[in-house]
């Protein structure tokens, strides 16, 4: 999809800080953080939500796989961190390419919502 914003992070027409990078995912700090430690993890193939994912297919375990690096990178794998894929309008999805969030670097709040 060529005007999303994600895709073009993707295609290097938007710069972002890397955090990550494999074949299929990409990983970058949030530029928005409400952490210390906030990254966003992508798939490189366009899908605009979770519900828009084929579960049988990789990219779920393949974002996951990313998650585990990521937190190994940011030191936030023993101390923990959380993991959050908003979908559509209540979930709060702004940007609509599937995304994880991985936020960490502080004891986080209780609340889901
Ligand atoms: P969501 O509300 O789940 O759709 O979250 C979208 C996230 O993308 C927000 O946390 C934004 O701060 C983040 N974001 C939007 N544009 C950029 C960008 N150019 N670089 C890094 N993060 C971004
Ligand atoms: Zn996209």
């Known amino acids: 999809m060529t005007d999303c914003i994600f895709c073009k992070i993707i295609r290097g ?5 890397k955090v990550y990078e494999d074949d299929a995912v990409l990983a970058f700090d949030d ?3 409400m952490a210390p ?8 193939t366009h899908v605009a939500t979770l519900m828009d994912v084929d579960a049988k297919e ?4 393949r974002l ?8 190994g ?25 599937l995304h994880m969030h991985l936020l960490g670097g502080r004891k986080l709040e209780d609340q889901m919502g």
């Not at 990789?58 to 375990?61: F, K, P, S, Y």
């Not at 936030?76 to 709060?92: E, I, L, M, P, Y």
């Open 31 to 33: 530029i928005h953080p």
């Open 58 to 61: 990789g990219t779920i375990g």
């Open 73 to 97: 990178i940011k030191n936030v794998a023993a101390s923990g961190f959380r993991t959050v894929v908003n979908c559509n309008a209540d979930g709060g999805q702004v940007v609509f390419h």
């Open 37 to 44: 430690v906030h990254v966003v993890i992508i798939p490189k």
């Open 64 to 71: 996951i796989a990313a998650a585990q690096e990521v937190a």
């Open 13 to 17: 027409e938007i710069p972002c800080t």
